[in-house]
């Protein structure tokens, strides 16, 4: 793959700080766009391939070998490649863990957590909130002793990080009731999944829609340990177990094969161009600092999140005069500094730094952000 | 668009038969290649934008309005875009219609009407065969005379052309229970939709999934008439509900956006490069057609289906003597002939002559065809 991904861009390419669907490496859609008439002399486009055809198999399964090199993941988990989105997980998880009984327990952290447990309890009842960080305004997560679960906890599930609160846990938390018994801990990782390395292992089921730091929406890719797949109930869509997408190797009916295989490029663009998580983690770890020390450095801006909990891939932030949002927007996408606008649920601004996003970015950001408050504070 | 999608290939390109993910029109794949990095001069790939931006809701706007427009989709049908193929679809019908109660009634056709019934039945038991072509083989759809429906009929579902079997209506059943009174019609047009013009205002709901005549794999377009969408059921996933797609825009989360535009640049192809559907439906006859011929003056090839139900879209054939499947698979590839191979359940050959598939394929494929029958007949 061609070495300019994260490094400069491309003279056609602006700096896209969207939450998702997000950037993706400048190399990927190069290399995408190179192949799209033609795959590789076949005649035909990725697209254009039945999913059950070797050269397609071959796409598939290599995308997977190469995501379960990147995390590490033990050979006792199964890697699926499905569709519908983190939502539709939502509503996958407890068909797939409640068919032995017990309650859903939850860490509600925000927005995303909070629709995870509305989705359980409208199809189940009956969620618990085994710890929350409402009381705070869901600016710093519950610490590791305030979660308490059910008795008959099914399984705790919990949200990474809050893509638009930009709160971040500092931990994996532990899964045990009260006498001590484990419970599979579920994580929902869709913003922040290959940020950096993660112990696969302590963890049940973990999900992450795509469109941040995978590929294209339209995407999920979930990831559970074996001995989770005995627990499903009975009256589930066909399409959302975990067992039968493991045992068609995720082709129960025809994938998202073009995603797919867009992952594909990805990972690989991880592997060969970044020099895998460790290495992205310290690229991530320098761009999410110096954006926050350029927010702190100044009265102008500021996010209220707390230190530990900062989110490395979501950084919202405030001006302190509201009046000057439009402003700061017209002339941020003027400077080709793309999606800066928070989310419609809390306004002022959010900077995406997934993956894909160029330190350079980062960089084009910070002095614009300085040259506008000099201008303007 | 440029004008060569549906005339001559580009040298790059072969003849793709294959039944799904299926050919794209060359036209739109070139438009998607040098959209790919940029779209439009805004500095960033559709794949990259928010679902939200202005820019993007514009794309799929335009998509929903072109399919329309081709169709000549009634004002009080809803169209939605959303996920999981037609599989899914096979659980979100009954989740969606059978809140009222009543039974799901089917029309047997081959193995795609009775993976319909079959998720119904796994979901909600009680399912009834009001018609089948089982004891001919499904080489014959069932007469509209024998199609009998339940006193408790919730709704009639078929599936228009049976992709496998090569087996397609050639009319529009008449949804009625025995006391005379109307239920909807549900039809699965995923191999056959935009292949014709067709009386939307006869179905209660139309879904299909995307990889043959609209656009990539992963995506699914559901056409439902607005006073069904009060009979749902309440336990269901709420991803599935078509009146919360339609009240969300088909954006309850994040859509597959890029297959979205996929699918439009497609219904563009269709509107300008092709002349709508009725020029298209005279170029699929006159391909269909040309390749039966060439079956039915051979000894040498055949097809089992009875002439008023043999689909336009997926023709399978046999040789007499199988033992040169491999020989004519292999040297038909050679020719640039791809995917010919039949459905692993069937055997045999099947040629897929979708939209995209030109002319020029058909008659390369009958000239090859006659060819080997010389040489090996």
């Known amino acids: 793959m061609s070495k300019n991904g994260n490094g400069g861009l491309s003279p056609i390419r602006h700096h896209n700080f ?3 669907p997000a950037a993706l490496p400048t190399a990927v859609l190069e290399r995408a766009r190179d192949e799209l008439l033609d795959y590789h002399g076949l005649g035909l486009s990725v697209m254009e391939m039945s999913h059950r ?8 399964e290599k995308a997977e070998s190469d995501l379960r090199e990147l995390l590490a993941i033990p050979a006792n988990y199964k890697v699926l490649f499905t569709q519908g989105g983190a939502t539709q997980q939502f509503a996958a998880v407890p068909f797939n863990l409640l068919g032995a009984g017990g309650r859903a327990n ?3 952290t925000g927005i995303w957590s909070n629709k995870a447990l ?5 199809l189940f009842g009956d969620s618990r909130v085994a710890a929350s960080s409402e009381a705070n305004g869901h600016v710093a997560v519950p610490r590791p002793r305030d979660i308490v679960l059910s008795d008959d906890a099914a399984y705790l599930h919990y949200t990474a990080n809050e893509t638009i609160g930009g709160l971040e846990f500092d931990y994996i938390p532990d899964a045990r009731r009260p006498d001590g018994s484990d419970v599979p801990l579920v994580c929902d990782l ?8 993660l112990d696969v292992s302590k963890f049940g089921v973990i999900y992450a829609g795509a469109q941040k730091n995978i590929g294209p929406a339209g995407l999920v890719v979930v990831i559970v340990r ?18 039968a997408l493991s045992d068609a190797g995720s082709m129960i009916n025809t994938p998202a094969t073009y995603s797919w ?6 990972f690989e663009w991880l592997k060969d161009d970044i020099g895998g998580l460790g290495a992205m983690d310290i690229i991530n770890q320098r761009k999410a600092d110096k954006l926050y020390a350029a927010i702190d450095a100044s009265d102008f801006y500021s996010n209220p999140i707390a230190p530990l909990n900062r989110s490395r891939m979501n950084v919202p932030f405030v001006l302190a005069d509201s009046r000057l949002d439009k402003r700061f927007l017209a002339e941020s996408e003027a400077a080709g500094l793309l999606n800066l606008k928070g989310h419609r649920s809390v306004g002022g601004m ?13 960089n084009a950001l910070v002095d614009f952000m300085a040259d506008f408050e000099q201008r303007n504070g």
């Open 350 to 362: 959010r900077a995406s730094l997934y993956n894909a996003v160029p330190e350079a970015a980062v």
């Open 118 to 122: 509305a989705e359980a309890d409208h």
């Open 261 to 266: 295989y867009l992952a594909g490029l990805v």
């Open 106 to 108: 939850f860490v509600t």
């Open 226 to 243: 074996d001995d989770l797949l005995d627990r499903a109930r009975d009256d589930m869509p066909s399409l959302f177990s975990y067992q």
């Open 18 to 20: 969207c939450a998702g």
């Open 53 to 60: 055809a070797a050269e397609y198999v071959a796409i598939a």
């Open 190 to 197: 869709s913003s922040s999944i290959l940020s950096g390395p």
